[in-house]
């Protein structure tokens, strides 16, 4: 089993859809959860963080987390054509002000397309 | 603010050749990390600088590889000799804080042939 898994896509939803990526995490003992978005040959972007269970909004962004399912998704909005690009779920033992891991376990990545 | 800076973006070499990657993190950013992907797989973590010092080396594949720090600013990635299984993109990325809001270069891309 993949430490960090993600949804395998590709993932294709029309402009101004709801697109939803998902990721599940095999460590008990991960704090903190990334989204990265990168775009192709350029550097992955830090998009989203969540430590604590539950939702976490951002403009068009919204990051959810559920620790007793191991189980954390991104939903974006009015999804838009520039979103497309690949999605990298990442995790972390550290947590928000303990103790703090430099370490991040990635997924493979969800590919987003978004059609107009 | 520039960005993480990384050198070469691109390198071809043979088989048993060295290559020597370069990264200049954030100005201030003291955490600076190295990941590898390589092809079909995932981001993979390699190591984990605090300043000069090596906090965790844990994903390092094997003693052809070593990065160094010196003086706690860039810091440079060996792979000596290169085999071609180490093809791939080498990330360079730094942060304030251990393990949070981790920032990336565009990565160097390396084949070996």
């Known amino acids: 089993q993949k430490e960090v898994e993600q949804n395998s896509g590709p993932l294709s939803v029309p402009e101004g859809a709801i697109a939803s990526l998902n990721c599940t995490y095999s460590d008990r003992g991960s704090q903190s959860f990334f989204w990265y978005r990168q775009y192709s040959g350029k550097s992955p972007e830090l998009i989203m963080f969540i430590y604590s269970n539950g939702d976490k909004e951002d403009g068009r962004f919204t990051a959810q987390l559920n620790k007793a399912s191991q189980y954390v998704s991104l939903l974006i909005r009015d999804s838009q054509p520039s979103d497309s690009a690949t999605y990298l779920c990442?995790?972390?033992?550290?947590?928000?002000?303990?103790?703090?891991?430099?370490?991040?376990?990635f997924g493979q990545g969800t590919i987003l397309t978004v059609h107009p | 603010e520039a960005g993480v800076t990384q050198f070469p973006s691109h390198s071809v070499i043979e088989k048993g050749q060295t290559v020597t990657l370069r990264c200049d993190p954030i100005?201030?950013?003291?955490?600076l990390y190295w990941y590898r992907r390589v092809m079909g797989k995932e981001i993979k973590f390699l190591l984990h600088f605090v300043k000069e010092s090596k906090q965790d080396e844990s994903g390092m594949p094997n003693n052809r590889f070593l990065a160094e720090r010196t003086g706690g600013t860039y810091s440079t990635l060996k792979v000596q000799p290169a085999e071609l299984e180490d093809s791939g993109v080498y990330f360079c990325?730094?942060?304030?804080?251990?393990?949070?809001?981790?920032?990336f270069g565009e990565g160097s891309w390396l084949t070996v042939v």
């Open positions: 990442a995790v972390n033992r550290g947590s928000a002000g303990g103790t703090s891991y430099g370490k991040l376990t």
């Open positions: 990325a730094s942060s304030q804080v251990p393990g949070n809001t981790i920032y």
């Open positions: 100005s201030g950013h003291d955490n």
